[in-house]
Structures are given as structure tokens and as C-alpha cells.
């Protein structure tokens, strides 16, 4: 099938976990061009945040935690439990990161701007290029994180003479579908998060049995890591990059392609 086949999107499909839907949602309704049909929003979460008991690996991290340290956080939701565990102003470092805008503005609403925040890319590659000139020998840099993540930015600071120690403050899970699943082609999925590429596969096994199933569905995601990722848990349908995960770059994206579709099935005479 070409994209001149496919249907029009008629679903869009936002998977953040319950209660970070929000913006995305209020960005595609702000975007939305003149004169393009509005195609039903719906949430569908792909991935439940539990915060672990009495804080996880965070309040040994913070009786050892001196001010020289530099503190990482990976999220928004990584900043939000980590300050209900201790406010972030009572916290010793002096330093904070984050990975993206969005993290970033979660660190200032607890009253700790981030000291580094990445320009380029908003993920790990984009942090350690902010970072390129800040001296690590011997300095502990925590990351503030969930129970798994990424390796990269804790490889390449420790490369560069830092001791770099994961903090994790809440796990993972895929959360109970939200029966009816919207699936085909008529869909499109913004996924935002690559390991919600797992919980994806993982409600296809559960509701695939259509001619036209979840895995024939359309889905925008953030970067290369997540299309492979995507392809790789047997995603059959177009996918395609959006080139961040802020809400404003998501809704220009998943407009675009609804423009597109709605063009390339238009009649021609």
C-alpha cells in the first residue's frame, strides 16, 4: 500500500502516562490550519509511572550528596517525585541539569532552574553536548531517574572522569488498556517515550486479530532510537519523525502528516 492508498487520519492517539496529556492536547488544537477536518483526540497511555516506597534510592542519595555534585534529572516526572520526596531548594548540590524543555520547566516551578539545559536535541546526546566544556574529573553526578533507562550519558561522563550513580525514584509499568484500542490506518499514534514501544507491542498481542490492526497503525515518534525500536517490536505501518518531544513540535508534526493524508486521498480530476 503507498501513501497515496492510505485513509485519511481520523484518530490521533496521545499515549503520555495519565495526566501529562494536557499540552499536547491544547498544542494540536492550537495548530490546527484553517480548513482541515478535526480528527477525533484520544488517550490512550502507554506507560504507567509508580513512584517507589519512601522515595527509592533517593534519600541515601541525598545524605551523601555534597554541593560541589551535579544533580541530572531525566523528566518532568522525575522532578515531581524527586521534590515530594525533599524539596528541591533543600537539596545540597548546587547544580542542576535537564534533558529537555519541558524538564527544565519542571525544575524551575520547584524553585532550582537548571543551571544546563540542552539547546540542540532534547535527550541524552543533546545534554552531554551542553556539557562538553563543564569539568567532570572526579566530580559524582547523580541522575534522577526511573529503575531503567539509558546508559549513554552515565558512559560517556564516567569516560570523562566523573562517577556518575542512578538514582531511581519511580518504575515503569504498561498500564490496563482503555477498550475500544483505536488501530489501522486511519490512526496515528504520537508516541513519545521508546520504551512505550514495548507496552505498544505488548497491546497488539493483546487486541490484534483485525485485518487491519494496532501494528498497521500510523506513529509519530521523537527520534531514530524510537523508529527502530519501533520497527524492531513489529510495527507494520508508516512511522515518522517528529524531531523533538515538546508539545509544540508534536503538534506541527502530526499536523503535517494529517495535511498530507488528507491530501494525497483527496479526489483527483
Given at each position: 500500500m503507498t501513501d497515496r492508498d492510505?485513509?485519511?487520519?481520523?484518530?490521533?492517539?496521545?499515549t503520555r502516562p495519565a495526566g501529562s496529556n494536557a499540552g499536547l492536547r491544547e498544542a494540536l488544537i492550537a495548530a490546527r490550519p484553517l480548513g482541515l477536518p478535526e480528527p477525533t483526540l484520544i488517550t490512550q497511555p502507554l506507560l504507567a509511572i509508580q513512584p517507589l516506597r519512601d522515595g527509592g534510592e533517593l534519600p541515601a542519595a541525598l545524605s551523601a550528596m555534597d554541593s560541589g555534585d551535579l544533580v541530572v534529572f531525566v523528566s518532568p516526572r522525575a522532578v515531581e517525585l524527586a521534590d515530594a520526596v525533599r524539596p528541591l531548594v533543600d537539596w545540597p548540590a548546587r547544580e542542576f541539569?535537564?534533558?529537555?524543555?519541558?524538564?527544565?520547566?519542571?525544575?524551575?516551578?520547584?524553585?532550582?532552574?537548571?543551571?544546563?539545559?540542552?539547546?540542540?536535541?532534547?535527550?541524552?546526546?543533546?545534554?552531554?553536548?551542553?556539557?562538553?566544556d563543564v569539568p567532570m574529573s572526579g566530580r559524582r553526578v547523580w541522575i534522577i531517574r526511573g529503575e531503567t533507562g539509558r546508559e549513554l550519558l552515565a558512559e560517556a561522563l564516567a569516560a570523562r572522569g566523573a562517577e556518575p550513580r542512578f538514582v531511581a525514584v519511580y518504575r515503569r509499568a504498561c498500564p490496563e488498556p482503555r477498550p475500544p484500542v483505536p488501530a489501522g490506518p486511519a490512526c496515528l499514534w504520537i508516541i513519545t517515550a521508546p520504551q512505550a514501544l514495548d507496552c505498544f507491542a505488548r497491546l497488539a498481542g493483546e487486541t490484534d486479530g483485525s485485518e487491519s490492526g494496532l501494528l498497521d497503525s500510523n506513529l509519530l515518534v521523537i527520534n531514530e532510537r524510537a523508529h527502530d525500536r519501533a520497527r524492531a517490536v513489529g510495527v507494520?505501518?508508516?512511522?515518522?519523525?517528529?524531531?523533538?518531544?515538546?508539545?509544540?513540535?508534536?503538534?506541527?508534526?502530526?499536523?503535517?502528516?494529517?495535511?498530507?493524508?488528507?491530501?494525497?486521498?483527496?479526489?483527483?480530476?
Open positions: 492510505l485513509p485519511p487520519i481520523r484518530e490521533v492517539v496521545l541539569a535537564a534533558v529537555g524543555a519541558a524538564t527544565g520547566r519542571a525544575l524551575a516551578g520547584a524553585g532550582r532552574p537548571a543551571t544546563f539545559l540542552p539547546n540542540s536535541s532534547e535527550d541524552s546526546e543533546g545534554l552531554l553536548e551542553c556539557l562538553r507494520r505501518g508508516p512511522i515518522l519523525l517528529a524531531g523533538g518531544p515538546g508539545a509544540e513540535t508534536l503538534a506541527r508534526a502530526a499536523w503535517e502528516v494529517i495535511a498530507g493524508r488528507q491530501s494525497s486521498s483527496s479526489p483527483r480530476h
